[in-house]
C-alpha cells in the first residue's frame, strides 16, 4: 500500500545502470525514499534510460514505494516536460499482457520554477501523490521558499534542503540550513522534511584502503540535536553529490562503502596489457580489500554485500564492469540507510 512520506531515509539516485540495478534488487521495501535524478549517459538514448527509470519504478510500485523523480538537471524545460509526459505515459499503459495499475510517481519543483508551477502542478495532480520540493541550502531564504510554496499550491508537499557537497563539517552551511527549516517549519505542515547532502569528493586520488568520515550525516545530527527531530537524514548514495559529465574515467575500480561513523574507500589499480583493460581482476582485488579491512558488513547485509564477497572468492566471471561495483556498493548503502537511526 502507497504512503508517500512514510520512510525513514532518502536517497538521491542517479538513473544509471548501476543505481537501478540496485533498486531492482530490493527483496522488499526498507523504508529508504528514492529521489530519482534522470540523466542521460554519454552516447546512450533518452528512450534506453527512460526504460530502466520505467522498469524500476514498476519494481519499487510492486514493493509499495512511490519514486521521487527530478528532471531539473535538463536545461531545455521543453526537453524536461517532454521526459515527464512519457514517463507518465509509460507508467499509465500496462506492463505486458496484464492490466495493472498506473504507476504514480512524485515530481520534484525547485526554486526558478515559477514559470512552469501551472505544468508542474498539473503532473502532480495527474499522479495523485502531490510534490517535492527540493531547495539548496546554501543560497536560499526561508521567504522566497514560503513565496514558491504559496505559489505551487499543492495538497501534500514533501521539503528536501540540500546542503549539496559538504566536503568537511561545516558549522556555516549547517546553520544556513537550520535557518531555512526554521522559518518554513513554523509557516507550513509538510510531508516530510529531509536534510540532503554528500561528502564524496569527484574523484579519489589516494591508494589502496582508507576512510574519511560522513561529513553529511555529522550535519543531519546536529539538525537534529538542535530541535529539529522530525527531520529526516538524506545523502547521494556513492557517488559526488554534482553530476559532472565528461569527466574522465580512471583506470581505477573503486569502492565507496558506507559505514557507521565513516566512509571506507577502496580504490585498486586496472591491469592493462596490450590495451586490454583486466577490469574484472580489479574487482576481485577491491573485494578483497573491502572483505579485509575489518568494515566489511558480512555477505548477508545485503544483494551488494553477497556480490563483494563473491568476487573476493575468485567469483568475477561476468563481472568485468565498473558499474556492477556501483550496483553493489548502492545495494549495501540501501541496506545501511535502513538501519540508520539519530540515536
Known amino acids: 500500500m502507497e504512503n508517500p512520506g512514510d520512510f525513514r531515509t532518502l536517497v538521491a539516485l542517479r538513473s544509471k545502470q548501476g543505481e537501478l ?9 526498507l523504508g529508504v525514499q528514492p529521489l530519482l535524478v534522470l540523466e542521460v549517459d554519454e552516447g546512450k538514448t533518452a528512450q534506453r534510460m527512460l526504460t530502466r527509470v520505467e522498469n524500476a519504478l514498476r519494481r519499487l510500485h510492486s514493493l509499495g514505494r512511490v519514486v521521487i523523480a527530478d528532471v531539473n538537471t535538463i536545461h531545455s524545460n521543453e526537453q524536461r516536460f517532454e521526459w515527464l ?29 515559477q514559470p512552469l ?26 521567504a522566497e521558499v514560503a513565496e514558491l510554496v504559496d505559489e505551487l499550491d499543492v495538497e501534500a508537499l514533501d521539503l528536501i534542503v540540500d546542503l ?9 552551511l549547517t546553520h544556513a540550513a537550520m535557518a531555512l527549516l526554521d522559518g518554513l517549519s513554523s509557516r507550513f505542515e509538510f510531508r516530510s522534511t529531509t536534510l540532503l547532502g554528500g561528502s564524496i569528493p569527484q574523484s579519489l586520488s589516494e591508494r589502496s584502503v582508507w576512510e574519511q568520515p560522513r561529513h553529511e550525516e555529522t550535519a543531519w545530527r546536529t539538525a537534529v540535536e538542535s530541535g529539529f527531530s522530525s527531520v529526516r537524514f538524506g545523502d547521494y548514495g556513492v557517488v559526488h553529490p554534482i553530476s559532472r559529465p ?9 569502492v565507496k562503502y558506507s559505514c557507521s561513523d565513516h566512509w571506507l574507500y577502496v580504490r585498486e589499480p586496472i591491469r592493462i596489457v596490450n590495451n586490454e583493460h583486466f577490469v574484472a581482476e580489479a574487482v576481485g582485488v577491491a573485494g578483497q580489500s573491502l572483505l579485509g579491512s575489518g568494515s566489511f558488513a558480512g555477505p548477508e547485509f545485503s544483494w551488494g554485500d553477497r556480490g563483494f564477497a563473491t568476487v573476493a572468492a575468485g567469483g568475477t566471471q561476468g563481472y568485468g564492469s565498473k ?10 548503502h540501501l541496506s545501511y540507510l535502513a538501519g540508520l537511526t539519530a540515536a
Open 164 to 172: 549539496s557537497y559538504v566536503p568537511a563539517r561545516s558549522e556555516h
Open 21 to 29: 540495478e540496485a533498486l531492482n534488487t530490493l527483496p522488499h521495501d
Open 323 to 332: 558499474t556492477k561495483v556501483v550496483a553493489f556498493s548502492t545495494s549495501h
Open 85 to 113: 509526459a512519457e514517463l507518465a505515459d509509460r507508467l499509465e499503459a500496462p506492463a505486458g499482457e496484464l492490466p495493472l495499475d498506473p504507476v504514480p510517481l512524485i515530481p520534484v519543483v525547485r526554486p526558478g520554477d
Open 246 to 254: 565528461g569527466i574522465r574515467r580512471s583506470n581505477h575500480v573503486s
Open 117 to 142: 508551477l501551472h505544468r508542474l502542478r498539473a503532473f502532480a495532480e495527474e499522479f495523485g501523490h502531490g510534490c517535492a520540493l527540493r531547495v539548496p541550502a546554501a543560497s536560499s531564504s526561508a
